[in-house]
Structure formats: C-alpha cells, structure tokens
C-alpha cells in the first residue's frame, strides 16, 4: 500500500498548516509506514492510506515521488 505522510519539516516547531509538507511511503501498514520514517527529525501530523482514486489524483498532479526507505 502507498500511504501519504502530512509533516512538519522541524519537531521544534508549532504545526502550521501552510508549511505542511507530504511524503509518499510504500508499506504495508501504519505503523511499518511511521517505523520506515522514524530516523527523521519530523513531525507527523496525520498518515493516511491512499485508495486507488486518491493515488492517480496525487499521481496527476506531479508532486508524487515515493520515499525510498
């Protein structure tokens, strides 16, 4: 599964939804996503699954690069 990871770039700082960034991560569930990426100094605000609608949205819209982790 894809999962679309919704991030703050720094832990230090108060979330702010303009400075929200993404990130693609192929895994098989959650928790495996949040584990691929915990050597990041990030904070994670929501991990969400893609559906196949919702990939070829994001796919479309030429920000999609998944995470090689």
């Known amino acids: 599964m894809i999962f679309k990871v919704l ?3 720094s832990q230090e700082e108060v979330p702010v939804r ?3 960034e993404s ?3 192929e895994a098989e569930s959650v928790r ?3 584990s691929k990426i915990s050597d990041r ?3 994670i605000e929501y991990i969400q699954v ?3 609608a919702h990939l070829e949205y ?3 819209t030429g920000n999609f690069e998944l995470e090689n982790v």
């Open 18 to 20: 303009e400075r929200t």
């Open 50 to 52: 893609l559906d196949e």
């Open 58 to 60: 994001e796919k479309s």
């Open 7 to 9: 991030y703050q770039a």
């Open 32 to 34: 495996e996503a949040r």
């Open 23 to 25: 990130l693609y991560v």
């Open 41 to 43: 100094n990030i904070n």
